[in-house]
C-alpha cells in the first residue's frame, strides 16, 4: 500500500515539476538547460515519494484509529455536530456571497469550514453530556461495559458502598428480598474494605472484617447475584468520585450509608439507596396522644428527664422520667421530632 502511494507520489511530483518549468519557462535561456530540467524534474519526484505518505495514508491511518476508539453513538453525535455546523455556514452563507470578489467567494467557505470544525469538536467535547441526554429520552443506549454480566441484562446493577458493607444491615435487607437486581463491587471498594481491616484501630479493624466477612456470606448464600467487578476509573483518586462515576455509566444507581456521597451522588442524577432512609421510612409511625411503654434506663440531659429506646431504636425522652429510671412506665406521646440521626419521641408519664 505504502509502496504504490510513494510511487504515485513520484509521478505526480515529476509531472508537478514539468508543469511548472514549462508555464514559468524557467530554463529556456540557461545554459545546460537539459541538465537542469533533468535535475529539476528528478528533485521533484524526490519530493513527491517523500511527502505524498504523509500527506494521505498517515492522516487517513490515525483518522481512522481515532474514529475506531469512539463508540458508535458518539460518531453519531460527532457527525451530527459537523452537519449542524454545516447547515448553519450554508444559512450563513447566503447572504455572505451577496459581496463582491473575492469576498463573496472565500467568506462563505470560510464560515461554513469554521462552524462545520467548530460544532464537531464541541460535539466531540460534550459527548458525555449529549449521550446522557439522548439516553434519558430514549434515543440512544450505549452497550455495557466489557466484563458486564450478560444473564441478568435488564436487571438494575446496584454499585455498593463501602459504608453499605460495614453496616452488617445489608445483608438483612437482601435476604428480605427488598433489593431486586444485581450487586456491584467495585474492585477498589474491596481494597479499601481490606485497608480497613488491617488498620491498627481496633474499631476499625473489626468493622472492615466484619464488612468482608458479610460480604463473603452474600456471595454463597444471597438470593441476589453479588458481581465483583474490576473496571478502572482513570484520573479520578477519591472512592466517593469513582463510586459515582460507575454508578453513571453502569448502573445509575447507589447503595450507601454515607450522608456526602448520598448529596454528591443525587446531585449529578444517580440513584441513592441509603440504608438509613429505609430503617427510617419502616419504623412505626406514632402520633401524639398515642400510648407506649417504655422502660426509662438513663438520665437525659435536662432536669428530670428519663430517656429510653423502642425496640427498633427510637429514643424517648420522658419528662418527669429520671424518679422512674430502670423502671417500665406507661407514658403518652406529646410531640415527635424528626433529625437527621433518626426519629426522637417526646412523651410524658401517663396520668392513671
Known sequence: MIRNIRLLGAALGGLVGLTLAASARLFEQAPGAGLLLVAWVVAWVV?????LPYLTVVPAGWL???????????????????????????????????????????????????????????????????????????????????????????????????????????????ESGFIYGTLVVPKFVLDELQHIADSSDTLRRNRGRRGLEILAKMQKDSPTPIEIIDEPVPDIPEVDAKLVALARVRSKAILTNDYNLNRVAELQGVRVLN?????????????????????????????????????????????????????????????????VAGRMIFAQPRLD
Not at 47 to 51: E, L
Request: zero cysteines.
Open 47 to 51: 519530493v513527491g515519494f517523500a511527502i
Open 64 to 174: 481512522i484509529r481515532e474514529i475506531e476508539q469512539l463508540s458508535t453513538a458518539e460518531f453519531v453525535t460527532a457527525t451530527a455536530g459537523l452537519l449542524i455546523g454545516l447547515l448553519m455556514g450554508l444559512l450563513l452563507g447566503l447572504p455572505l456571497a451577496a459581496f463582491p470578489d473575492p469576498l463573496g467567494t472565500w467568506l462563505p467557505l470560510g464560515v461554513s469550514l469554521f462552524l462545520g470544525l467548530g460544532m464537531l469538536g464541541l460535539t466531540v467535547a460534550k459527548r458525555e453530556d449529549l449521550l446522557i441526554a439522548a439516553e434519558a429520552i430514549g434515543i440512544v443506549r450505549r452497550p455495557a461495559p466489557e466484563g458486564a454480566s450478560t444473564s441478568s441484562a435488564g436487571d438494575p446493577h446496584i454499585v455498593v458502598d463501602t459504608s453499605a458493607i460495614i453496616d452488617g444491615r445489608i445483608a438483612e435487607i437482601v
Open 275 to 339: 440504608i438509613n432512609s429505609l430503617a427510617n421510612a419502616v419504623k412505626p409511625a406514632v402520633l401524639p396522644g398515642e400510648e407506649l411503654r417504655v422502660r426509662v434506663i438513663q438520665e437525659g440531659k435536662e432536669a428530670g428527664q428519663g430517656v429510653g429506646f423502642l425496640d427498633d431504636g427510637t429514643m424517648i425522652v420522658v419528662e418527669g422520667g429520671v424518679r422512674y429510671i430502670d423502671k417500665d412506665l406507661d407514658v403518652t406521646v406529646t410531640r415527635v421530632l424528626q433529625t
